[in-house]
Each structure stands twice: as structure tokens, then as C-alpha cells.
């Protein structure tokens, strides 16, 4: 049972457009977010996070989205840049503690 | 200052062998988390460590799988009698619990392959 679910396995986007990347979380005990970007052979590293008290957090080119209605966050890049080609996860957390992590969806920016 | 470290990078084995992965976690961070990423997935959560103890163990799959911390710093992940099922990633990350819902510092990754 996936509790954290990105349905788009991949997003191509034109250099200087917005990416935006979706995620859908089915735990209401989930109180924090979490988007992680990873290269190939590297760890995933931190981008930006959200708590469930907001709605809005933005971070320069970076800003996540949180509906908890819908339990559905959103990230988006604007502008979109070939360096941002990358696989970006959504990661859930309860308690301050584990990680439960989406899928994954490979973004790349075109030129 | 350094990061998240793991050794080794690659890992080889035969079906029924015992390996160790080794994590050394950001100096000073008292949390230590591993994770497991299959091909295609995202990582899942195996065990958590605070200090020296495992604070959440309801990841491992199963009795195989063992996680020590004897010093509250370095770990090692051991799975004994390796299936192919247990080839993936397994990723290593350290937090600072100074700070509650903070960010976990990931390491590279063993990418481990059983024959």
C-alpha cells in the first residue's frame, strides 16, 4: 500500500518554462513534506519542505504547494533550467522521524 | 565539512552470502536512518537509529537483515544468506535531532548486486 504516490514516472519541459511535479499522500497523520532531488550515483539531497500548518513555501525558483484536503503537494520550478534535470521525490514524515518516499518522477529541462 | 559516507560504493555477491555495508554519518549527528531503493522506486525505510539504539526497526523485511550502531556513530547494515530480491541500493542518512523535523543528510548509496 503506497501512502505516498507520484503518478508521473517522467516530465520533459522547455528550458525557462515551469516544471510542475505532483504528489498525493494517502496517511492524514502525515504532518510534514518533503521534496528531495537525486543525480545518478548520488544520494538524494534535501530542495524544500513544507509543514502541514502551511499552505505555501517558497524557496527562490523553488515553491511546494500543500492542499491537505486534497493530500496533495505540489512543486514547482519557474524558470526551469537543464540543471534541473533530475529525479525528484516527494517524501512524507509522521512524528519527525522515517521517510516515506514517492516513487520519483525524472525531470528534464530541455535547451 | 564531509558528508555522509558509505563503503563500499559496490557490492558483488553470490546468493547465500553474507555481506556488511558500512555508514559513517555526518559528525555529531545522533540520528542515523538506512533506506533501500529498488530499481524504479523510491527509497523505503529500514531501520532508525537514535544513539547507539535502534529506535525503529519495522522496516527490516526480515530476520536477515540486522543493523548495528555500537559507538553512536558508524553503522553497519548485515544481511545474511543474500537473495537476488535483496539487490538494490541502500542508502544511508544522518540528521541532527537539535532541531525536530529536520533535514536527513543522505550518503551516495552500496549499490548491492546478488547472482
Known amino acids: 500500500d503506497q501512502q505516498v504516490k507520484q503518478n508521473s514516472p517522467s516530465l520533459s519541459v522547455q528550458e525557462g518554462r515551469i516544471s510542475i511535479l505532483n504528489c498525493d499522500y494517502t496517511?492524514?497523520?502525515?504532518?510534514?513534506f518533503l521534496w528531495y532531488k537525486k543525480y545518478p550515483a548520488e544520494g538524494p539531497t534535501f530542495l524544500i519542505s513544507?509543514?502541514?500548518?502551511?499552505d505555501k513555501n517558497e524557496d527562490g525558483r523553488f515553491t511546494v504547494f500543500l492542499n491537505k484536503s486534497a493530500k496533495h503537494l505540489s512543486l514547482h520550478i519557474v524558470p526551469s533550467q537543464p540543471g534541473d534535470s533530475a529525479v525528484y521525490f516527494c517524501?512524507?514524515?509522521?512524528?519527525?522521524?522515517?521517510?516515506?518516499f514517492g516513487g520519483g518522477t525524472r525531470l528534464m529541462v530541455k535547451p | 565539512g564531509a558528508g555522509v559516507s558509505q563503503t563500499p560504493s559496490n557490492k558483488v555477491t553470490e546468493k547465500g552470502k553474507y555481506v556488511e555495508l558500512r555508514c559513517d554519518p555526518i559528525?555529531?549527528?545522533?540520528?542515523l536512518y538506512w533506506y533501500r531503493q529498488s530499481l524504479g522506486q523510491g527509497p523505503e525505510f529500514l531501520i532508525y537509529?537514535?544513539?547507539?539504539?535502534?529506535?525503529?526497526d519495522s522496516g527490516l523485511p526480515n530476520d536477515r537483515f540486522f543493523a548495528v550502531r555500537p559507538e553512536g556513530s558508524v553503522s553497519t547494515l548485515k544481511i545474511q544468506r543474500t537473495e537476488r530480491g535483496d539487490s538494490a541500493v541502500y542508502l544511508c542518512?544522518?540528521?541532527?535531532?537539535?532541531?525536530?523535523?529536520?533535514?536527513?543528510?543522505f550518503g551516495p548509496g552500496t549499490r548491492l548486486t546478488v547472482l
Open positions: 559528525s555529531g549527528h545522533t540520528a
Open positions: 517524501a512524507a514524515m509522521n512524528a519527525g522521524n522515517m521517510l516515506t
Open positions: 513544507i509543514s502541514s500548518i502551511k
Open positions: 496517511n492524514s497523520m502525515f504532518d510534514y
Open positions: 542518512a544522518s540528521s541532527s535531532l537539535a532541531v525536530s523535523y529536520n533535514e536527513q543528510f
Open positions: 537509529f537514535q544513539g547507539t539504539g535502534a529506535a525503529d
